[in-house]
């Protein structure tokens, strides 16, 4: 059972056609002049709701740039991405970067816990920022901890923890404020293929809720049937969407081979 | 946010003593070598210092310090009584002498003559003895420290003699006085026995020493001697500064002295900059981080400067303990008394490290200000 503190705010059970995320022609360029560099060439992509999505692609084919830009890390040179019904363009300033701490969750591939807080205070971290108190946020977090199966390690720092442990705190991290996105920026790039699953089940099992949109950036072939659908890129193009299992299944299997 | 911001500061229990440390260390150069300049300069003004009584000091007009004395004439004692505003105005007598010891050791005295009738100028603190026995004939009193310099630690006994210009001294006193420049003992005596105790000249009258009447400040009565008499007339504390910018325009004091607290500044910033750049740089990926995560650069901004203020605050009052704590246990040593760290230098020492801090920073924060938050994705 998944703890009700994971679940998203606007927890209306939706279908997998509800669109959460939608990218309409964006394009990213880099420098100015001739130092200029594309990274995105106009795309058109949409993110549902209540599903597990996996943007892979080669390195450099742009999967970061464009998730950094759905997440509000970057501003797109052109184009509009539309977040839960509200145009990312009338998302600016301080208004955006609230709007990242209330409805955005992120798994790095490093993990970024703060070394020198213990887990359930790395956990805590995105209440504080929306200035809830130390001990109620502390609360919330400890039960957070549960719901990942890490409540024996809650008072440990992350030095003491191995990677897998690591990634599941920051796991819990980005779920504990019940963000309506989860950005995860390959959650098993640095873990062994045991852990990568393990990882991999939390967030199909703890993250993926109704309402909730997840992206996993990954090029780790081993998790793609974990997807329920995948984005593939290549050289700042979305060149395939993949969405029913046979798709899936096949995509997988074609990309193994 | 703050807390947040502690954790973060004090998590690394190695970096962060490191910072502290680099700060406390920066504070120390600075407040422990300005208060030396300032003390050693404040020596040279010593017997200034010493005159309590008085609050302006008439000299000759060609003046240029305390210790290069042209002397006055009787007359114009009597031509500054003359003027209008003087309460009173007394001889007073100043200049080296060579003191031999019952051994026949000598030494170098600061010897300092008091009006015979008033005793103007003389010590406030006896250790030893009571300033009324400095009317018996050849009395002499001394400061502690020149009783060390001459008898050295042998326990003090009043009635020894020493020798002056073939004139017998008797000790009746210790007293407490402002460490001379050169570390010479000071000697005070009445000014009538002092002329004995130096080689004869035509004139020996280093100064006058006066006060003005109830209501007149010490620059106008300065003023009006000038104006009456052509002397020069000093405020004590004009006559202060006057003395320490002779010794700082005509010595290499300050040129030293500055060289080395400009090295203390320069690598107290170096330090205490540096290591809280590097702490703050070494944190950028956590700062990205909580960037990413939906912290404003203005909390993030008050993160930083928090931090900066807690490591600027501990290390400057561990900076100036230190320094406090070299004054108080060197406070015993002769050579070394009156040397002590005025307040004034805790102030700049303040303002020093407050300087170092904020800089750092704010270059510190234009990093962390400039980091996109994307850089969180970049491994």
Known sequence: MVSQVLLPTDNEPRTTDDVAISCTGVIKDFGEGDAKVRALYGIDVDIHASELTLLIGPSGCGKTTLISIIAGLLNPTEGEINLFGTPQSELRGRKLVQFRAENVGFVFQQYNLLPALTATENVAVPLLIQGWKRPAALKVARETLVAVDLEQRADQFPSQLSGGQQQRVAIARALVHQPRLLVCDEPTAALDGKSGRTVMELIKKVAVQPGRAVIVVTHDQRVFDYGDRIIEMADGRVVRVASDAAEIAHFAEKVSA | ?379
Request: hydrophobic share 50%; glycine share 10%.
């Open chain 2, 1 to 379: 946010m703050n807390w947040i911001a502690w954790k973060m500061l004090t998590g690394d229990r190695a970096k962060y003593f490191g910072t502290v440390f680099g700060v406390a260390f920066g504070v120390l150069l600075i407040s422990q070598q300005t208060s030396i300049f300032v003390s050693l300069m404040r020596r040279t003004a010593h017997a200034v210092i010493d005159v309590r009584d008085a609050s302006v000091w008439v000299m000759d007009p060609h003046q240029q310090n305390a210790d290069e004395i042209k002397p006055l004439s009787d007359s114009d004692l009597n031509r500054i009584r003359g003027v209008e505003g003087v309460a009173w105005a007394v001889r007073y007598f100043k200049s080296l002498a060579r003191a031999k010891i019952e051994n026949g050791n000598f030494r170098q005295v600061v010897l300092l003559g008091l009006d015979d009738a008033t005793l103007v100028g003389a010590p406030v603190k006896m250790r030893e003895g009571s300033l009324a026995n400095l009317r018996r004939p050849d009395a002499i009193i001394v400061d502690k420290a020149g009783y060390e310099y001459l008898w050295g630690q042998e326990p003090v006994r009043l009635g020894r003699t020493l020798e002056m210009n073939d004139h017998r001294a008797v000790l009746v006193g210790i007293c407490e006085a402002t460490a001379p420049f050169q570390t010479f003992p000071v000697v005070y005596t009445r000014y009538s026995q002092a002329v004995q105790f130096v080689a004869g000249e035509r004139k020996v009258m280093s100064f006058v020493l006066t006060k003005p009447q109830t209501g007149i400040s010490d620059q106008t009565l300065a003023e009006r001697i000038h104006d009456k008499t052509g002397l020069m007339a000093q405020s004590r504390r004009e006559f202060m500064w006057f003395i320490i910018g002779y010794y700082m325009r005509n010595t290499g004091i300050p040129i030293n002295f500055g060289i080395t607290i400009a090295l203390g500044f320069i690598v107290g910033t170096a330090i205490a900059g540096q290591t809280f750049y590097l702490f703050t740089l070494e944190n950028l990926k956590q700062f990205g981080a909580l960037k990413a995560m939906g912290v404003s650069d203005l909390k993030i901004t008050g993160m930083v400067l928090l931090q900066a203020t807690i490591v600027g605050v501990i290390g400057y009052g561990l900076g100036i303990g230190m320094t406090a704590l070299f004054f108080e246990s060197t406070g015993g040593i002769t050579a070394l008394a009156g040397f002590y760290m005025p307040w004034q230098v805790a102030i700049v020492a303040a303002v020093a490290v407050a300087f170092i801090i904020v800089l750092a920073s704010f270059i510190s924060l234009r990093k962390v200000l400039m980091l996109e938050p994307a850089v969180v994705f970049r491994g």
